[in-house]
C-alpha cells in the first residue's frame, strides 16, 4: 500500500508452530522478560523516520522479540504506527509498553486488527493509516 522497506522480524531459536506450545513459550519469555535473539537482525535504522510496526498481541502485549527489537536500535524522534492482530484483546498494554521502551519516539495511535480477518483488512488498514 505504501512505498516502504519491509523488515521481518525473525527469531534465531523457532517458535514452536502448535499453538498452545508456543503460548507456553511466550508466556515464560514474558514472565522472565526475556530478550529472545533476532536472525539477521538490521545493522541500522537511522535512514528510516517512519515505521509501521506490526506485531501479533501476545498475552495482551507485544513478543518479546519485537521488544528485542525496539531496544536494539535509537528510535529518538522516530515515528512509529503501532498495528497488532490480536484475537479478542486488542491492543492490550502494548501501546504503553512501546511508549515506555521507546520514550523519545513520536508513537500513533494503534491499529488493532482481527488476526483471523486479516486477509480482508486492506480497508481497514487504509482508514487507520490513511494520508500517512
Ligand atoms: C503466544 C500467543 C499468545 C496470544 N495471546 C493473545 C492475547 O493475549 N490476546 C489476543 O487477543 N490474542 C492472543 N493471541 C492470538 C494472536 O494475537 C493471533 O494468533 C495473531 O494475532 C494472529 O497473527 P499471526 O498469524 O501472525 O500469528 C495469542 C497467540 C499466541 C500464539
Same mark, same amino acid.
Given at each position: 500500500?505504501?512505498? /516502504?522497506?519491509?523488515?521481518?522480524? %525473525?527469531?534465531?531459536?523457532? !517458535?514452536? *508452530?502448535? !499453538? ?5 513459550? /511466550? ?6 522478560? /526475556? ?5 539477521? #537482525? ?9 515505521? !509501521?510496526?506490526? !506485531?501479533? =498481541? +501476545? +498475552?495482551?502485549?507485544? #513478543? ?7 531496544? $536494539?536500535?535509537? *528510535?529518538? =524522534? ?6 497488532? $492482530?490480536?484475537?479478542? $484483546? ?8 512501546? %511508549? %515506555?521502551?521507546?520514550? =523519545?519516539?513520536? &508513537? ?9 480477518? &486479516? ?14
Amino acid at each position: 500500500m505504501i512505498d /516502504a522497506d519491509i523488515y521481518q522480524i %525473525k527469531e534465531v531459536d523457532e !517458535y514452536p *508452530f502448535d !499453538y498452545h506450545e508456543c503460548t507456553l513459550r /511466550a508466556s515464560d519469555e514474558l514472565k522472565n522478560n /526475556a530478550r529472545p535473539q533476532i536472525l539477521d #537482525p538490521l545493522e541500522s535504522i537511522d535512514e528510516y523516520d517512519t515505521i !509501521y510496526l506490526g !506485531y501479533p =498481541n +501476545w +498475552w495482551s502485549t507485544m #513478543p518479546t522479540i519485537v521488544m528485542t527489537f525496539l531496544e $536494539s536500535y535509537d *528510535f529518538t =524522534n522516530k515515528h512509529i504506527y503501532p498495528i497488532c $492482530s490480536h484475537e479478542g $484483546s486488542g491492543m492490550g498494554r502494548s501501546e504503553s509498553n512501546l %511508549k %515506555k521502551l521507546c520514550p =523519545n519516539s513520536i &508513537v500513533y495511535k494503534g491499529l488493532s486488527i482481527y488476526g483471523s480477518h &486479516v486477509d480482508g483488512c486492506r480497508q481497514q488498514l487504509e482508514r487507520g493509516l490513511g494520508g500517512k
